[in-house]
């Protein structure tokens, strides 16, 4: 018997020897790799932030032994969920200041101010996220109020789309605005001969320029804030769609100094001083940091009216909407980043913006290519403009919390022939066979699980509109999940180190409690992260 007991212990003892040492190890999981086959596997193993091997639990378990160990006990296991186009930096910005999302009124937000500025009581007054589609008067609030409950301090309150913020008189007089100028793309608006404060588009940063920036422990703070609720969210890498070359540094400090452990693709504004720099020092690149790429801005949003139309607004026909600068300057750029050898990314909304800028592409790019030059939002095209973008090879980059947002007015906006095509997601998605997804966070909410639902189902939280809004254009759950991880990896040029769990890849990778590619809508809005790993490191875990 003593002889039978030595044997066995030995045979483990074997056993454990000849076992490979990994970092981490994931077994009875439902993992979906989104690889080529878009195979689910059972298992893998991590080891230095890369997975060495994946397959079956029996499989993985018998080959490698781990200091972690992940009995995912049956639970979904997907790739880091990627936002392929966000703020990072302004959403940890949103963080410190009032939020507005979701006020009913004018009045809640005036209150909303009040209630903020007790326990923020110096400088700027900041506010974000006020939304007048979403209240019963949907014109544009002038700022008496404001300027009643603050008369000597500057207050200032960004729209939820970031393209129009309404002013107080003090901030006003801080920027020395007395009275409304004509703008190249902007506008300023006036009631009874005044201005009510509101700023359109252009008009806004005469006024956001008079803000002081944060300073470095505020800056810290407002990405380390961002980064931990992005964590909770799932996401591991966040394109971040517009920052001058100063945050850049700034970033890659932190980054150095592990300090900030969040993946960034971040594009640069569209801004001399920005290509200089950027055309100067050489497109960077480690596992944390990829800048390579321009923001360039065609038009304003829907919401404000600011989005350039071919025809003008269905419920404003005064307005068609604007460029937010001349056509000229959009193909000078375009042959300065083609030239320069960078990729292309241009906000563009309304269906003329679009067709303006996809001609540009098309003209620059002469035919199919690997540039992977960028349409972001692509909200409204002509229907006669959609083969432009396979033709250049042009990635629509598209955000389906915009369409679940906006399709309560949008058919107001634009009536409803034009509605046929906008947020066209699937027809988008057949120019070129992928599409990548993202949020446009804060605008948005950061969750990715509510993009893959808006993606795939196209309704609200209360299963409005029945049967979902445009079914024709929902994606299907594989191309949703596709485009929050391989497809949006590609969107970055970073398919072959991330957005799928292969081996070799980087060892990015989110546990979540329900299924969302088999559960019914109703429980893919109850999913909760319960794990997210960046690099093979638990970066957040649910309490």
């Not at 990635?395 to 634009?414: C, F, K, N």
């Not at 209360?462 to 929902?474: V, W």
Request: overall charge neutral; glycine content about 8%.
């Amino acid at each position: 018997m003593k002889s039978i007991l030595f044997a066995a212990l030995l045979l483990i003892i074997f056993s454990s020897c000849n076992k490979k040492q990994a970092d981490v190890i994931v077994y009875h999981a439902k993992v979906y790799t989104v690889n080529n086959n878009f195979d689910t596997l059972e298992a893998f193993a991590v080891k230095d932030g890369r997975i060495i091997a994946v397959g079956k639990t029996e499989e993985i378990r018998r080959q490698f032994q781990a200091k972690e160990e992940i009995n995912a006990d049956g639970k979904s296991v997907y790739p880091g969920f990627i936002d392929a186009h966000a703020h990072f930096f302004g959403y940890g910005q949103s963080l410190q200041t009032a939020d507005l999302r979701g006020t009913k009124s004018w009045e809640e937000v005036c209150q909303k101010l009040v209630d903020f500025a007790k326990t923020h009581p110096d400088g700027w007054l900041i506010g974000n996220g006020w939304d007048q589609n979403d209240w019963a008067d949907k014109a544009f609030p002038t700022n008496e109020k404001l300027n009643a409950l603050f008369p000597d301090r500057p207050v200032f309150l960004n729209r939820v789309d970031g393209h129009a913020a309404v002013a107080n008189q003090k901030a006003l007089d801080e920027a020395g605005i007395k009275q409304a100028r004509a703008l190249t793309g902007g506008d300023m608006l006036v009631k009874n001969g005044k201005l009510t404060g509101v700023l359109i588009d252009n008009a806004v940063a005469l006024v956001e320029h008079k803000i002081p920036s944060p300073d470095a422990t505020l800056a810290e703070k407002i990405l380390h804030d961002a980064e931990q609720n992005c964590f909770a969210a799932g996401l591991t890498t966040i394109d971040d769609c517009g920052l001058d070359w100063r945050a850049v540094e700034f970033v890659e400090k932190l980054q150095k100094d592990k300090k900030l452990k969040m993946r960034l693709y971040i594009m640069l504004s569209d801004q001399a001083e920005n290509f200089k720099y950027l055309f100067g020092r050489g497109a960077i690149k480690t596992e944390r940091l990829n800048v390579r790429s321009f923001k360039v801005y065609a038009d304003g949003a829907l919401g404000s009216r600011g989005a350039c139309l071919l025809k003008p607004y269905t419920d404003m026909p005064e307005k068609s909407g604007f460029l937010l600068s001349d056509k000229k300057h959009f193909e000078e750029i375009a042959g300065q980043i083609a030239k320069n050898n960078f990729q292309m990314c241009t906000h563009a909304i309304g269906d003329s913006a679009n067709r303006i800028m996809l001609k540009i592409y098309n003209n620059v790019l002469k035919g199919k290519n690997d540039k992977r030059w960028r349409i972001e939002h692509a909200q409204v095209v002509n229907h006669l403009d959609f083969d432009l973008f396979g033709k250049a090879s042009i990635i629509p980059s598209v955000q389906p919390t915009h369409a679940t947002s906006d399709m309560y007015w949008a058919g107001e906006r634009l009536g409803a022939q034009r509605l046929k095509d906008a947020y066209a997601y699937k027809q988008l998605l057949k120019q070129n066979g992928w599409i990548p997804l993202g949020t446009d966070f804060p605008v948005e909410n950061i969750s990715p699980i509510l993009t893959f639902y808006a993606a795939t189902v196209r309704a609200d939280a209360k299963g409005f509109p029945q049967g979902g809004f445009k079914m024709e254009n929902a994606l299907t759950p594989e191309e949703a999940l596709k485009g929050m991880t391989i497809w949006a990896a590609k969107a970055n040029f970073e398919e072959k180190e991330k957005g799928s769990l292969e081996v070799g890849k980087l060892a990015d990778f989110v546990i979540l409690d329900t299924d969302i590619l088999k559960s019914s809508p109703q429980n893919i809005l109850k999913t909760k992260v319960l794990k997210t790993y960046l690099n093979g490191e638990k970066v957040y875990e649910a309490k």
